[in-house]
């Protein structure tokens, strides 16, 4: 028989919501109610009547009640094997009763963490018990229910009361899968503080990830794949998935990893001047920035309208009404911004496939961090790209000093180039990229397609000529050969800004002396594959 009749029940939780109304509707089944410390007390208070493990075990809690459960009298209650004559014998033999549900949640480690505790602190909320029971209790699931988050109270008392007071083989499976998948995650965020709170080392010898299924999604990057967003247990960064989303259709697969690229690139541009990135395919196809959000939309949308329909949109301040009704044109399938005033929300709301994402605040692009990307047969894992460059680390190679506004540009053009895959050519003027060549074999095409682009957008805009005239230009790498320089002077650029570190430098600063423009080496490089 796959029902297990529940007796006698522990419950020992660190989380006490839901736990007084789930105690009491056990009670009213006649169910004995065993506890520990804080939770006893919490049910003795609501007037219920509760049995003390030290009770249950005839042994005492000791030492600021580090030892309490780990005793003969809990895990045999919880281990023995009802149908058994072996374990049924020893259970005789010692006085040992059978335990057919657990309640359990852990300490708050992560949450210690969070907040920035001492390490003494951090270390006595490595819950120790709790696992070992819930382990216990999830080995023996044909025998013992365990529940370990209070989200599944509610499931816990329909099953009791459909199956009059005792649950199902299935219900107990997902519970057990639930509980040793919380214990998994627990460990493995103890394992990473211990591998990265004394900076032991950036790859410790085991990794340990502990995340949580938040949605499925409808596909992944094409229909025939499935997909799902999971999410880092414990405190997140501010980023995609922790957005409200105001209105539209569920995010997409690629529309999540395109709003990651776009809010990754506009956080790196600070709130002083308004900032408006557009993304497409996880790349940017216009960024700018400007003394009014309005202003830097149009100028971002400049640089290539036509890459920009059916993109996405991030902004670096909230979103203002006209903005809004200026985006609102085009097709968009998302707009991320940190806030959006009324006005802006109305004048979307006729839109009613595009996803209005909003955030409390930007994520920081300094912060310190891990990427991790799958491989055949492993991972690979590396620190995050949150190099920065100021004016202060150029090095001018060139014979023509650059002027104040070809600096700004160029260092506006390096802050874009780092979030455009490799090989990456940025063109920029004024605040606004002009031309943007990405993700081509090899940097004299990536050139050439930033300046075609440049063309486009002339002839789109009637403007006399194209904004690469006089821009600077960034590439994300050094220039192997002196030919996409030699581009990128044909579209008019007077000013570059480049790692260096070539075998050929000496032959790219000569063609750029020759052509009488600047250059800077950043001695950085931003590959992004």
């Not at 580090?66 to 009298?73: E, F, W």
């Not at 211990?194 to 900076?199: I, V």
Request: aromatic share 6%; net charge negative.
């Amino acid at each position: 028989m796959s029902d297990v009749t529940i007796r006698r029940a522990l419950l020992s939780v660190s989380d006490k919501e839901g736990i007084v109304d789930l105690a009491s509707r056990l009670a009213k089944n006649g169910v004995e109610l065993v506890s520990t410390g804080g939770t006893a007390h919490a049910l003795r208070e609501a007037g219920l009547e509760v049995r003390d493990v030290a009770d249950l075990t005839q042994f005492p809690e000791m030492m600021d009640g580090r030892v309490k459960t780990l005793h003969p009298m809990v895990h045999g209650g919880l281990l023995a094997v009802r149908d058994d004559p072996g374990h049924t014998a020893a259970m005789e033999a010692h006085g040992i009763a059978a335990i057919d549900l657990v309640v359990v949640n852990l300490y708050p480690f992560e949450a210690t963490v969070a907040r920035g505790a001492e390490r003494g602190e951090v270390i006595e909320n490595i819950d120790i018990g709790g696992p070992s029971m819930v382990r216990s209790a999830a080995k023996n699931h044909s025998h013992v229910t365990i529940v370990t988050d209070p989200a599944d109270y509610g499931e816990l008392g329909r099953e009791l009361a459909d199956r009059g007071g005792a649950t199902g083989l299935d219900f107990r499976r997902r519970m057990a899968a639930k509980a040793f998948a919380a214990t998994a995650a627990y460990d493995a965020a103890i394992s990473s503080w211990f591998a990265f709170s004394d900076q032991q080392a950036m790859f410790p010898q085991s990794l340990s990830l502990a995340s949580h299924l938040s949605s499925t999604l409808r596909y992944g990057e094409n229909p025939h794949q499935q997909a799902a967003l999971y999410l880092p247990n414990g405190p997140a960064n501010a980023g995609v998935p922790q957005a409200r989303q105001v209105q539209g259709k569920p995010l997409s697969y690629n529309n999540l990893n395109d709003a990651d690229a776009a809010l990754g690139l506009v956080a790196e541009f600070s709130a002083e001047r308004p900032c408006v990135v557009i993304v497409k395919h996880a790349n940017p196809c216009g960024v700018a920035v400007a003394d009014t959000l309005l202003e830097a939309w149009q100028e971002a949308l400049a640089c290539d309208s036509i890459s920009a329909f059916g993109g996405i949109v991030a902004t670096n301040v909230p979103l203002d009404g006209a903005t809004a009704r200026a985006i609102a044109k085009i097709f968009t399938e998302v707009v991320i911004a940190p806030g959006a005033s009324d006005e802006a929300c109305d004048a979307f709301a006729a839109k009613k496939n595009l996803r209005l994402l909003l955030l409390d605040h930007l994520p920081d692009p300094a912060r310190p961090g891990l990427d991790i990307k799958t491989i055949a047969g492993g991972m690979l894992v590396q620190s995050r790209d949150n190099g920065v460059v100021t004016e202060g680390d150029l090095e001018v190679v060139t014979k023509r000093h650059p002027s104040e506004r070809e600096v700004a540009d160029a260092l506006f053009a390096w802050k874009v180039a780092k979030h455009v895959k490799s090989n990456a050519i940025v063109y920029a003027r004024d605040g606004a990229t002009v031309g943007i060549g990405a993700g081509q074999m090899n940097r004299r095409d990536s050139s050439r397609i930033a300046a075609e682009r440049a063309r486009e957008a002339a002839e789109t805009e009637g403007w006399d000529a194209p904004r690469t005239t006089g821009s600077a230009v960034a590439s994300d790498a050094f220039f192997p050969f002196a030919d996409g320089l030699l581009s990128a002077i044909e579209a008019g650029a007077t000013m570059v800004i480049q790692p260096g570190g070539s075998m050929r430098d000496e032959d790219v600063i000569a063609a750029a002396d020759e052509a009488g423009i600047a250059m800077v080496f950043t001695g950085m490089r931003h590959f992004r594959h």
